[in-house]
């Protein structure tokens, strides 16, 4: 049976959608939310836990329980706040992923490589290596500073909406969003007073990521800039250091517009050859006589089971894209 975009939300509650859903979300559910239910409790009554959460969702009663919060200690000695969802909603939020990603994956564009199927650490080097052949020997690479502290959510639910036109799915991810900026959103003076913030961690953070950086690309694009992003990782190449300058200035005033700020300490303008790591990987650019050529490596080749950390507690499976990179930072 085919859905419309106008009717997404009989979708999301079939029985087929809410058990793929479950499947997704069990390896990945140990740690109970805020009802104390882990998926060890919720799995010793399955059909009748999820027909009745199937219930809710058909009848419209389906409300999402507070988000746990709690706080992990970054290595600057600053504090990392993360939440934990119920292990309903993380199936709820899975089966509405399952309806809407292939949605927005049709419009996202080539140059964004995180948390897509077919795509990984690996195609966002391989694209890095094509740009280089193509003589774009100068890199800027930028990191946005506290990316989901500053996601405007008003500005990220306009984005959603312009794309899913089912106002019960519209419903669904306004209430979540709320819940989100409400427990993790700041105040800012400059913004008047909105609220700026979303969930680390979540079912849905990998898409929100990037529906919202997704029009950071659009507009690079429409610059000219040549650029490879790996969720709030960027790297943009130019033939000469003055382009790399103009390119680094187009970035700032594009990210500004998405009321969004370069990490200032981990910002580099540099030519490759003075080497520059990216997704972990170490990258110089090499010659000799007139040829040239990047030279990749991986100082965690040898360290068993580093090479690619995944988000953890989300449900998001690492089947769906590849091996990635954590982004959360």
Known sequence: MLFSRQNLYKKVHTDENIHEAW??????SKLAGVDGVNVYVFQNDLLKNLKRLQDELRRKKYSPRPIKRFWVAKPDGTKRPLGILSVRDKIVQRAVYQVIEPIFEDGFEDCSYAFRRG????TAIANVNYLVNQGNYWAVHVDIKHFFDYVDVKLLYTFITEKIKDSDVRRLMKVWLDEEASVFGKKWFFTNSKLKGILQGG??????????????????????LKIVRFADNIIAL???????KIALKKIRWILKRLHLQLNEKKTRLTHLENKITFLGKKLVLMKSGKK???DVRDPQANRSNQRLIQLQ???FDQNDAGRQTNFIR
């Not at 795509?119 to 690996?122: A, I, L, P, Q, T």
């Not at 079912?203 to 690079?220: E, G, T």
């Not at 130019?238 to 790399?244: G, L």
């Open 238 to 244: 130019t033939p000469r250091k003055s382009d790399a």
């Open 203 to 224: 079912i849905l953070s990998p898409l929100y990521a990037n529906v919202y950086l997704d029009r950071f690309d659009k507009q690079a694009i429409e610059n000219g």
């Open 23 to 28: 499947r997704h979300i069990r390896p990945n």
């Open 292 to 294: 040239a050529w990047l």
């Open 313 to 315: 507690e989300t449900g």
């Open 119 to 122: 795509r990984s650490v690996e």
